[in-house]
């Protein structure tokens, strides 16, 4: 019994670092720009078919060395660009964030649909990036999730490091507190907009990556994140990191306990349970801004 | 250092500033009075790439920055520094200094001038740990201006630097306005009624309705009864 908690523990805990890394990136759009990104959840897929395509097909020198390295400057590119050609033209119309919703929402069911028709409707499966077991003591840890577990908790430092003490950090957190303030500095506020999104595209990707080799490439498997990303969002706060941060692994802890003692099918009514109950309570969530 | 000819500004349908023309000269200290809200602030923030729809002609130095981007009057050395502050409520009064020197043109000369917003608010100094969002208003509005001369910009316009704050600060903004004056910068404050202020200034205007309906010397205004009474409050 005991050693069962111990595995669905370590289980919930592995889940919310890779929970948390996917949700900070949509509450750091939703913190700086005010439009929530609906297509968020199709932009993990993108991650699991781009680790696939260069290691099946492609079989790159490098394996998931190389899929990582290239992926960020592929989800820099992809997300900037988004950016720039979908949602920026939007927003000198009053109502924009309404417009960015409905606009995500449609690209996310035109992305989801057209996985479907490039990779077909099967799931597909990455290789583990590594295989293995680690005992410590009675426990036993696969090392693929250690490793996963390493890389979103160094996904995570990265970023916050970068928000923090880097020109282009200080600006996002200017842009997301005072928008008037920061054009008044000198801001450029529309290149911070898409480089803020370019940075969100790049941590779910990378969750993408990072999950889809755990589980499956699902075509249709990006509702399910999307309203994962979204429950932590709102349950955190909207905008706030550090909310997120906390909900991600309540989340994770949450869905593992549940799964393991109601069973799987369970989990998203007990997590929307935990988010309508909070907003009843707390209607800016865990720790956001009233 | 700064001509402006026939400039008009809109907000969606309402036209703010009608045929504005005026200039400031290298070195000067000008005030703008007149009533609230008969376009001012607005005045300012057109020079500064703040306002959308603009009509007209801006020179800052011989080039036209009317309807440059933001961002790039600020690189010029244009700052604006807002009646409302407009700080980064959840950040220190050091990062907002910081982020005062964002600009291109302001980093080379960032510690400099982070020297030279010491010595001139001391008190701020003290406090550089403290977030903005908890300072009175009149810290806040030095901190706002500190973070105007972090830009390093030459042409500083200032929005009601003294607008609801106590006497005392009053007294203390006008101080420092005169100090950053004698470094050489130009001066272009929007203001209703300050009497130390007009002491300093080389030069006065007055809007209303949009429209400039007075400039001269402090002397000028001082001398005409009408606009002793009614914007000078003497």
């Known amino acids: 019994m005991f050693l069962e908690i111990v595995d669905v523990f370590i289980s919930g805990l592995i889940n919310g670092s890779v929970y948390a890394l996917m949700a900070v990136g949509l509450t750091l759009v939703y913190g700086v720009t005010k439009a929530f990104n609906f297509a968020y959840g199709s932009f993990y897929n993108l991650g699991g078919y781009f680790a696939w395509l260069l290691l099946i097909p492609l079989t790159v020198v490098g394996g998931y060395y ?11 590119i992809v997300g900037y660009l988004l950016e720039k050609v979908l949602i920026a033209p939007l927003r000198k119309y009053d109502d924009w964030e309404m417009k960015v919703m409905m606009l995500t929402l449609g690209l996310s069911l035109f992305m989801d649909f057209g996985y ?3 990779f077909g409707p099967r799931i597909k499966s990455l290789p583990s990036i590594i295989d293995g077991t680690v005992e410590i003591g009675k426990v036993v840890l696969f090392q693929q999730d250690i490793v996963i577990f390493i890389l979103s908790v160094s996904g995570m430092l990265c970023f916050g490091w970068v928000l923090n003490n880097t020109r282009t950090g200080m600006a996002v957190q200017a842009v997301a507190q005072n928008p008037a303030g920061a054009q008044i500095v000198g801001i450029p506020k529309d290149f911070i907009f898409a480089a803020t999104f370019a940075i969100s ?3 779910v990707g990378f969750g993408g ?3 889809c080799q755990k589980n499956f490439v699902d075509p249709m498997g990006s509702t399910d994140i999307m309203i994962k990303a979204w429950v932590i969002t709102a349950f955190g706060g909207m905008g706030s990191i550090r909310g997120s941060l906390y909900a991600a692994f309540i989340l994770g802890m949450l869905e593992a306990f549940v799964g393991w003692y109601f069973g799987m099918i369970h989990v998203q009514i007990a997590t929307l349970t935990l988010l309508l109950v909070t907003l009843a309570i707390r ?3 865990l720790m956001g801004r009233e | 250092m700064l001509k402006i000819n026939k400039l008009n500004t809109y907000y969606g349908e309402s036209h703010i500033l009608k045929d504005v023309s005026l200039s400031v000269g290298q070195g000067q200290v000008v005030i703008m009075l007149g009533p609230n ?3 001012k602030s607005t005045l300012l ?3 500064c790439g703040l306002v959308e729809k603009i009509d007209g002609r801006i020179l800052y130095d011989g080039q036209e920055i009317a309807g440059l981007p933001s961002e790039k009057i600020v690189n010029l050395g244009v700052t604006y520094i807002a009646e409302n502050r407009e700080l980064f409520p959840y950040m220190t009064v050091k990062e907002n200094l910081k982020l005062g020197a964002y600009a291109r043109s302001a980093r080379a000369s960032e510690k400099k001038n982070m020297a030279w917003v010491a010595s001139l608010f001391p008190k701020l100094m003290q ?6 969002s908890t300072m009175s208003g009149g810290e806040a509005k030095m901190l706002a201006i500190a973070r105007g001369l972090m830009s390093d910009a030459d042409l500083l316009c200032i929005d009601e630097p003294a607008l609801g704050l106590q006497p005392s600060y009053r007294v203390e903004i006008s101080k420092i306005i005169r100090e950053i004056s004698k470094q050489g910068k130009t001066v272009f404050i929007v203001e209703q009624n300050i009497p130390q202020l007009i002491e300093m200034a080389d030069k006065i205007y007055i809007m209303e309705e949009g429209a400039i309906s007075f400039e001269g010397k402090k002397e000028d205004a001082l001398n005409n009864e009408q606009l002793r009474e009614i914007f000078l409050g003497l």
Do not use: D, E, Y
């Open chain 1, 66 to 76: 190389s899929v990582f390295f290239l992926a960020v400057p592929f989800f820099f």
């Open chain 1, 116 to 118: 479907q028709s490039v």
């Open chain 1, 201 to 203: 595209t790049i941590m």
């Open chain 1, 209 to 211: 990556i990072l999950l």
């Open chain 1, 283 to 285: 209607p800016q969530g």
């Open chain 2, 37 to 39: 809200g008969h376009g």
């Open chain 2, 45 to 47: 923030k057109s020079i």
């Open chain 2, 127 to 132: 406090r550089h740990n403290q977030m903005a």
